[in-house]
């Protein structure tokens, strides 16, 4: 049964747990998800949210499909099916859960033609693969999400792509709309480091970006595909496009959230709200927590944004500590699982990723587990 649990593992991106916290109230009831309330006629269900988040990317145009799997399966079936697809050879990775460049390009039915080396790839060698006999019709830039290259290393950022004569896509993964996290009321948090971000890839010259919705986004399982509106027709009218279509309740959702953004509204976002609370309001939870708890020792902690993103970074933190390995009472206790890790024999609850509202059903499971 698919039910709610408390993670208190300090990984904000928790895949097992569904990524970003995102919660959605399904409330099921009519709406005009194709219906053009000004005409009365047929409309396009992702008219709406497309132009939403066409907006916050600073692209002409976007579409919403499953998740970000589907978005670089369809960008590179619409526009490169029988032809070419350049990709730097660093850039040539998997995911996790089975998303690996060269079989999802091979799926979408476009050959991979490769640029460059491991660790290092210059623009000549795009201009080059791009002048090959390949055919190529789209340049494609992967994140590399979930490792790094370090030392001899060259490569080149979308803004240097500029003139290679082809369509530069770019799988940007992570789903940070703007470097500048706007919707924040403080500047933008040290541990996004240079990650790329959907506005700033547009206003580099990307012709088509995807990201997911369920990683930096904060929102429900999803894909974006945003950039020139010509290229995005051409992925909408593929068939394909169907088959990766999300239901009415995800882009209700993700409405919602777009509206969020626009606002500026940061804090109503559970994703952020959790990634930005401060070590104070952490301290005074944690203590809140031993108080309840009867026991239990407030610690510092090291969170992580997890969900395949940013390696290596790690989110100051607080959290209980409890002496012993107390993971499988806590996970199988009642009133709701709670998912806790051990450090050196110690039990630790981290409290970034805990609802704030769900603090004393932590602080009364850890009284039961130490009785
Ligand atoms: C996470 C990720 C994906 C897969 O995204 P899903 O939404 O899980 O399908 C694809 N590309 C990159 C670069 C990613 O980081």
New binding site residues.
């Given amino acids: 049964m698919l039910q709610p649990v408390i993670n208190a593992t300090g990984v904000l991106l928790h895949t097992n747990m569904g990524r970003a916290p995102f919660g959605a109230d399904a409330a099921a009831s009519y709406s005009n998800l194709e219906l053009d309330l000004g005409t009365g006629q047929r409309g396009s269900r992702q008219s709406a949210v497309g132009a939403l988040f066409a907006r916050m990317c600073g692209a002409e145009a976007a579409i919403v499909v499953n998740?970000?799997?589907?978005a670089?399966t369809l960008s590179l079936a619409g526009l490169a099916a029988g032809r070419g697809v350049a990709v730097s050879r660093s850039e040539l990775v998997e995911?996790g859960?089975g998303?690996r460049v060269p079989e999802v390009l091979e799926q979408s039915g476009a050959t991979l033609v490769e640029v460059g080396t491991t660790n290092r790839t210059r623009r000549a060698d795009y201009d080059k693969a791009v002048a090959s006999e390949h055919d190529v019709a789209v340049v494609l830039k992967?994140?590399q999400?979930?490792y790094k290259i370090i030392g001899f290393t060259e490569d080149v950022p979308v803004r240097d792509l500029g003139g290679v004569g082809v369509p530069v896509l770019a799988?940007?993964?992570?789903g940070l709309l703007d470097a500048a996290c706007p919707w924040l009321d403080g500047p933008p948090p040290l541990w996004l480091n240079d990650e790329p971000a959907a506005r700033q890839t547009i206003a580099d010259g990307a012709d088509l970006i995807m990201f997911?919705?369920?990683?930096l986004l904060g929102g429900p399982?999803a894909?974006i595909i945003a950039g020139r509106a010509d290229l995005v027709a051409r992925c909408a009218k593929h068939p394909l496009a169907r088959a990766f279509r999300p239901g009415g309740l995800v882009l209700s959702q993700l409405q919602q959230l777009a509206l969020t953004y626009l606002d500026r509204r940061g804090n109503d976002i559970s994703f952020w709200r959790m990634a930005s609370m401060s070590i104070d309001e952490l301290t005074d939870r944690a203590n809140a927590v031993v108080a309840t708890a009867g026991t239990a020792a407030v610690v510092d902690t090291m969170a992580v944004p997890g969900g395949?993103?940013l390696p290596g970074v790690e989110i100051p933190s607080v959290g209980v500590a409890i002496p012993g390995d107390h993971l499988d009472a806590l996970r199988l206790g009642g009133p709701r699982p709670i998912i806790a890790r051990v450090d050196d024999g110690t039990t630790l609850l981290d409290l970034r990723t805990v609802d704030p509202r769900d603090d004393d059903v932590v602080g009364s499971a850890i009284a039961s587990v130490v009785s």
């Fill in positions: 998740n970000c799997a589907a670089v995911i859960g998303f992967v994140h999400s979930n799988d940007i993964g992570s997911s919705g369920d990683k399982q894909g395949g993103t």
